[in-house]
């Protein structure tokens, strides 16, 4: 077994710098919560059933692809994500 030296001691704090830290205040966890930027993408979890998703794969498979990709034209995500936009310009109008 090696022999390893003790950790470093830290230095003494005075009472003075632990009454400084106290008093400097702060926020409760509440108030430190920033709103949230609208326009900084949040991540959020779908579930769908086969049914669905053989649907929106025939409906992408209709999309032009690139010339000589054998990729649909769109993403799956972007499809979902151009299906709600279109549906909450639908619902505003």
């Known amino acids: 077994m090696s022999a390893t030296l003790p950790p470093p001691r830290k230095p003494k704090i005075s009472e003075a710098e632990i009454d400084a830290v106290i008093n400097k205040g702060g ?7 920033v709103v949230a930027d609208l326009e900084t993408p ?9 049914q669905i998703l053989s649907e929106i794969d025939q ?3 209709k999309r032009p ?3 000589g990709s054998p ?8 499809w979902i ?3 709600v936009l279109e549906k909450l310009e639908k619902e505003k109008k």
């Open 81 to 83: 994500v151009e299906a």
């Open 27 to 33: 926020r409760t966890t509440k108030e430190a919560t």
């Open 42 to 50: 949040k991540h959020i979890n779908i579930r769908l059933t086969g």
């Open 65 to 67: 692809r690139k010339p």
């Open 71 to 78: 990729k649909p034209g769109i993403s799956i995500h972007d």
């Open 59 to 61: 409906r992408r498979s």
